[in-house]
């Protein structure tokens, strides 16, 4: 994943006001991806970048 992308996906968690268990838990998705995203070390589906930008 790109480190614009991982920054992105770390400010809006900052911004919603999230816990990376707590975004993984509205996202339906692991802790251990929230963490390896926001490093820049993950990739997501389309479908997980939906969920992400929903909530």
Known sequence: MSPVYAKVIFARRM??????QELA???????KT????EGGFDTFRSKRMIRFSMH
């Open 15 to 20: 911004g919603y006001g999230y816990s990376q």
């Open 25 to 31: 838990k509205k996202a339906n998705i692991g802790l």
């Open 34 to 37: 929230i963490s390896r995203a």
